[in-house]
């Protein structure tokens, strides 16, 4: 007996309901193709938009940085400064989106836990949709705020939310693209209910920046967010994340966000990467990227016969675990990384496979993909799309998402 025994059991019961998950371990990546226990595999699994984690040039950019300035930050950037890379980067990202002020994070996780206990306290009340990212929730639980889940895009539920639920400030917080399922959030019609009853708007725009909006700004500051959340490890290819709002907000950031007050800073090669990430999204490159994920996504939306996605995301529901997970293996013997999406991610009896595009997949990869689903879900494409009767309660996701 010791006092550890518990982490058996744990995993025993994981093991036994069926969820105990792990890790594939990459030995080589190359365009949209990873090596995973020496066979090769189209990769589906990567949010890696505009394929730049795998261009050379991020790469470079990144040694480039670190010869001069060094790999590491040593220290939190308040103790130890941050470099003229993290300037140029900040100071980028803020004229791409249109914001006045950018502050940098060391992922997107990080931002929200960090930041929603600085707009948010025990007197305030934040407003979440039920679908949000877990690093929304834990942010909302750090805040101590009251938090009140609104219906996944229920603009009504969230109006009457609003006049009920009163407090000394009041946050709506939202996501752009649903990181799950693909869709996309009324943004202007949140903006303007929020705007009305006097509540604060946040977007986590990570699904949809680099990919929508102008010159792949994202989506939520165009519709009139207060405070836009943005990812740098999707799109642009690197890692770190960064909130965007008025200059008073990257002040008060500084000073009150533990996640960035008590963290090291990112790698001076990983900043510089996602700043050489951001020059190309922002190009016209740029602009054949997206265009060309735009392309394989409605393709394959349309081949598969399902609505067309908001962005780059096509969630099949399967429903049921086992069947995701029978589903997954069988496209990856046929040398296809798609991955099984499982509870607590996704609410319980909606397990899916989650396919992510990238402008690096090439038509054939496609091709492949389209007959690999079709085998692999063969029963799927004969009922309604995402039926899924069992969605439960939102307030449940929320607790159930611990
Ligand atoms: C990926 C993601 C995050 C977390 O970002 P990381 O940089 O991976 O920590 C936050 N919010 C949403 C909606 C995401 O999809």
Known sequence: MSALDFLDEELAALERAGRLRTVRTVEARRGSEVEVGGRRLVNFASNDYLGLGVDGRLAAAAARAEQELGVGAGSSRLISGHTVVTERLEAALAEMIGAPSVRLFNSGYAANTGLLPVLAGPSDVIFSDALNHASLIDGCRLSRAKVVVYRHGDLEGLERALMAELGRRRIVITESVFSMDGDAADLSGIVAVARAREAITVVDDAHAFGVLGARGAGLGWAAGADIVVGTLGKSFGAAGAFVAGP???ADLLWNRARTLVFST???TGTQAAALAGLEISRGVEGDARRSRVRE??????????????????VPLVLGSEDAAVAASKQLEAEGLWVPAIRPPTVPAGSARLRITLGANHEDQALARLVAGLRGACASMFHVERSASPDVPTPSMFHVEQT
């Not at 081949?303 to 908001?310: C, E, F, K, N, T």
């Open 247 to 249: 200059a008073r907000l």
């Open 265 to 267: 800073g990112l790698s």
């Open 296 to 313: 394989l996504t409605i393709r394959l939306c349309d081949a598969l016969q399902i609505p067309r996605v908001a962005a780059a995301i």
